[in-house]
Nanobody, 128 residues
Framework: QVHVVESGGGLVQAGGSLRLSCAVS????????MGWFRQTPGKEREFVAA?????????YYADSVKGRFTISSDNTKNTVFLQMNSLKPEDTALYFC????????????????????WGQGTQVTVSS
């Protein structure tokens, strides 16, 4: 059984920073893709960033977060991070981490349905 647990959310003022963590347990961390998504009430889950180990370490970002957010991973700890800088009120959302182990193409990583395992989410609130 794979467990995905996010942490690091909170309340921050606009222009501030937060670092989200996503810890994965229950399976080895060899060939995988990890994605961060976010969702606000009444809206669909939105792609934020992804890293594809099987794809040679390729990294992808949504246009809305490029230059502000950075995804990274610590394979020794089976953990993926999302460093969020220059936060804006429109970044306010419930942030989810997701994992896909095998059988994917990098061009599908922006789609929530690609992923097999999800965490429960961590709330990020950015005040103006």
């Amino acid at each position: 059984q794979v467990h995905v647990v996010e942490s690091g959310g909170g309340l921050v003022q606009a222009g501030g920073s937060l670092r989200l963590s996503c810890a994965v347990s229950g399976r080895t961390f060899n060939s995988y893709a990890m994605g961060w998504f976010r969702q606000t009430p009444g809206k669909e889950r939105e792609f934020v960033a992804a890293t594809s180990r099987s794809g040679g370490g390729n990294i992808y970002y949504a246009d809305s977060v490029k230059g502000r957010f950075t995804i990274s991973s610590d394979n020794t700890k089976n953990t993926v991070f999302l460093q969020m800088n220059s936060l804006k009120p429109e970044d306010t959302a419930l942030y989810f981490c997701a994992v896909k182990y095998v059988g994917y193409s990098d061009n599908t990583l922006v789609q929530p349905r690609t992923y097999d395992y999800w965490g429960q989410g961590t709330q990020v609130t950015v005040s103006s």
